[in-house]
């Protein structure tokens, strides 16, 4: 295992006249101390450091302080909480969701209203149950970003603006003339491709990749997110954007700082992103031979993993995308505990029925149902997933051994899967990388540091620092040592303030 202790160095500590005009009694208000416990960082991937028993002070929503022995200078203003034998770690980040709607529910039905403000006053907290302090919506929006920020208690959002061509993925899924009157319509790429598909009120010069990337600068976006899927299910034959038309939002993107993410699961996707250069591929490889020669699959895969880690191209694997679609088969799915803590009761109850049933129904058509008791169906959809399973696991591993840089992102969720729910699929997510080979110490990393690097964050978050923003879980068990230490949270610490983390469950509210 790839960690070991440490002192606690000189720049964590605070000189006598400095701790002690933090610790005077003005100062306490707002104060939180954790008192005799171990901090875990990540120092790079695959390796992280354990202090030795300290103290650490949070004022105003920030670590204030890490030393030994605070608590003596500490007065009844400060909250305390007692660390011993526990080990404190920062907030989970997960850089793949989509925040907006409630999984596996489709329509707006008037009875089903305080179901639904019910479910998604929950599920803030469900992230925060299972440790995630921060997450990344890659087809966000700013007033729905500000909106999800206001909430009380859950994860910091930040988001990525969707760039597309018209009838590409996703505009494919509206209607030709609606995906010219949504307000995504503002960051559309006039394609070349398509010079007479535009309305008469489309103005290109307001939508060329430098235009369109300004745009989602100036509304607040991190990120950029393209895409490169020629299509599934019903839709397929997408077009999609030239290696020109990407390079070139690429290369406005870099000028202002913002990472670009491309969506793609294909070898296809995968070539197309080492010629796009763009900064992310944000789904494993599920499917080897879509849109490729099988020889070709057959003689390149470790090779792309090779340009990919030599390109500095990083990678979410997203693999819990897979599993949770076919767990909608699964006739077991309630029964697992921690989907209680995740889920409130009257939506999950609601999964349970005819109308909560539609996305399984979808999927169980094509494996006579009606024939099948429902083990049996479950089985031969799983069956059927073992393929792109199998290969992404195979693409995962190789990008692993290559150095490819692995960002953990969940895509929660990818779709109107129930099995997708807030927090609990990133757990899940946690499981699959462990079974593709990477290292509890790696894990630890790309869910810390590593994804706060990537969002050009490491100087706020990521780590459990002086002068960084506490965004903290208290541990009863050492997370190096087994992931299930994940599931021992006591304490989830959310811009400062604490919160037990069994107020977080759904089963509290």
């Given at each position: 295992?790839?960690?070991?202790?440490?002192?606690?160095?000189?720049?964590?500590?605070?000189?006598?006249?400095?701790?002690?005009?933090?610790?005077?009694?003005?100062?306490?208000?707002?104060?939180?101390?954790?008192?005799?416990?171990?901090?875990?960082?990540?120092?790079?991937?695959?390796?992280?450091?354990?202090?030795?028993v300290s103290d650490v002070l949070i004022r105003d929503g920030k670590i204030q302080?890490?030393?030994?022995?605070?608590?003596?200078?500490?007065?009844?203003?400060?909250?305390?909480?007692?660390?011993?034998?526990?080990?404190?770690?920062?907030?989970?980040?997960?850089?793949?969701?989509?925040?907006?709607?409630?999984?596996?529910?489709?329509?707006?039905?008037?009875?089903?209203?305080?179901?639904?403000?019910?479910?998604?006053?929950?599920?803030?907290?469900?992230?925060?149950?299972?440790?995630?302090?921060?997450?990344?919506?890659?087809?966000?929006?700013?007033?729905?970003?500000?909106?999800?920020?206001?909430?009380?208690?859950?994860?910091?959002?930040?988001?990525?603006?969707?760039?597309?061509?018209?009838?590409?993925?996703?505009?494919?899924?509206?209607?030709?003339?609606?995906?010219?009157?949504?307000?995504?319509?503002?960051?559309?790429?006039?394609?070349?491709?398509?010079?007479?598909?535009?309305?008469?009120?489309?103005?290109?010069?307001?939508?060329?990749?430098?235009?369109?990337?300004?745009?989602?600068?100036?509304?607040?976006?991190?990120?950029?997110?393209?895409?490169?899927?020629?299509?599934?299910?019903?839709?397929?034959?997408?077009?999609?954007?030239?290696?020109?038309?990407?390079?070139?939002?690429?290369?406005?993107?870099?000028?202002?700082?913002?990472?670009?993410?491309?969506?793609?699961?294909?070898?296809?996707?995968?070539?197309?992103?080492?010629?796009?250069?763009?900064?992310?591929?944000?789904?494993?490889?599920?499917?080897?031979?879509?849109?490729?020669?099988?020889?070709?699959?057959?003689?390149?895969?470790?090779?792309?993993?090779?340009?990919?880690?030599?390109?500095?191209?990083?990678?979410?694997?997203?693999?819990?995308?897979?599993?949770?679609?076919?767990?909608?088969?699964?006739?077991?799915?309630?029964?697992?505990?921690?989907?209680?803590?995740?889920?409130?009761?009257?939506?999950?109850?609601?999964?349970?029925?005819?109308?909560?049933?539609?996305?399984?129904?979808?999927?169980?058509?094509?494996?006579?149902?009606?024939?099948?008791?429902?083990?049996?169906?479950?089985?031969?959809?799983?069956?059927?997933?073992?393929?792109?399973?199998?290969?992404?696991?195979?693409?995962?591993?190789?990008?692993?051994?290559?150095?490819?840089?692995?960002?953990?992102?969940?895509?929660?969720?990818?779709?109107?899967?129930?099995?997708?729910?807030?927090?609990?699929?990133?757990?899940?997510?946690?499981?699959?990388?462990?079974?593709?080979?990477?290292?509890?110490?790696?894990?630890?990393?790309?869910?810390?540091?590593?994804?706060?690097?990537?969002?050009?964050?490491?100087k706020t978050i990521g780590s459990v620092e002086v002068g960084k923003q506490a965004?903290?879980?208290?541990?009863?068990?050492?997370?190096?040592?087994?992931?299930?230490?994940?599931?021992?949270?006591?304490?989830?610490?959310?811009?400062?303030?604490?919160?037990?983390?069994?107020?977080?469950?759904?089963?509290?509210?």
């Open positions: 295992m790839m960690f070991s202790e440490f002192i606690v160095s000189p720049r964590f500590l605070v000189v006598s006249s400095l701790l002690m005009s933090l610790l005077s009694p003005t100062a306490q208000a707002d104060s939180l101390l954790i008192k005799q416990v171990r901090i875990i960082n990540s120092v790079s991937d695959g390796q992280a450091k354990i202090s030795k302080a890490i030393a030994p022995n605070l608590s003596r200078h500490a007065s009844k203003a400060t909250a305390q909480i007692d660390g011993r034998g526990r080990f404190l770690i920062p907030g989970l980040i997960d850089s793949h969701v989509h925040l907006d709607g409630v999984p596996g529910y489709a329509g707006d039905d008037s009875k089903d209203a305080a179901m639904l403000q019910e479910a998604r006053a929950q599920m803030p907290r469900s992230y925060a149950y299972f440790g995630f302090t921060t997450v990344l919506d890659l087809t966000g929006d700013a007033g729905f970003i500000a909106k999800w920020n206001a909430q009380p208690a859950g994860p910091q959002a930040h988001f990525c603006t969707p760039v597309t061509i018209p009838n590409g993925y996703p505009a494919s899924w509206m209607d030709k003339d609606l995906q010219f009157q949504v307000p995504a319509t503002k960051y559309m790429l006039f394609d070349p491709a398509q010079p007479n598909v535009y309305p008469a009120n489309f103005k290109t010069d307001d939508h060329t990749p430098q235009a369109v990337v300004n745009a989602a600068k100036q509304d607040g976006a991190n990120c950029i997110k393209v895409f490169y899927e020629t299509g599934f299910g019903p839709k397929k034959n997408l077009p999609v954007p030239s290696v020109a038309l990407i390079q070139e939002v690429v290369k406005q993107a870099k000028h202002l700082k913002m990472p670009v993410y491309l969506h793609g699961n294909s070898q296809a996707s995968y070539e197309f992103a080492l010629k796009a250069g763009v900064t992310t591929l944000v789904h494993g490889m599920w499917h080897e031979a879509k849109n490729v020669e099988q020889f070709a699959n057959q003689t390149r895969l470790k090779q792309i993993a090779d340009e990919i880690a030599q390109a500095g191209i990083s990678v979410q694997p997203t693999m819990q995308v897979l599993y949770g679609e076919h767990e909608e088969l699964n006739p077991d799915f309630f029964k697992n505990p921690m989907v209680a803590q995740a889920i409130p009761q009257r939506l999950m109850a609601w999964y349970q029925t005819d109308a909560g049933q539609w996305m399984k129904n979808i999927l169980a058509e094509d494996f006579e149902p009606a024939t099948k008791t429902p083990a049996e169906l479950y089985q031969s959809v799983k069956t059927m997933y073992q393929k792109p399973l199998s290969t992404v696991r195979r693409m995962t591993a190789e990008l692993h051994q290559q150095g490819a840089k692995m960002l953990f992102g969940s895509d929660t969720p990818s779709g109107p899967f129930y099995t997708q729910f807030p927090g609990i699929n990133g757990r899940w997510e946690m499981d699959r990388w462990l079974e593709a080979g990477m290292s509890l110490p790696e894990l630890f990393s790309a869910l810390t540091m590593k994804n706060a690097r990537a969002l050009g964050l490491e965004d903290l879980l208290l541990l009863t068990t050492n997370p190096l040592l087994d992931v299930r230490a994940y599931d021992t949270i006591e304490q989830v610490i959310l811009r400062g303030k604490a919160h037990q983390r069994a107020v977080l469950s759904a089963q509290s509210h």
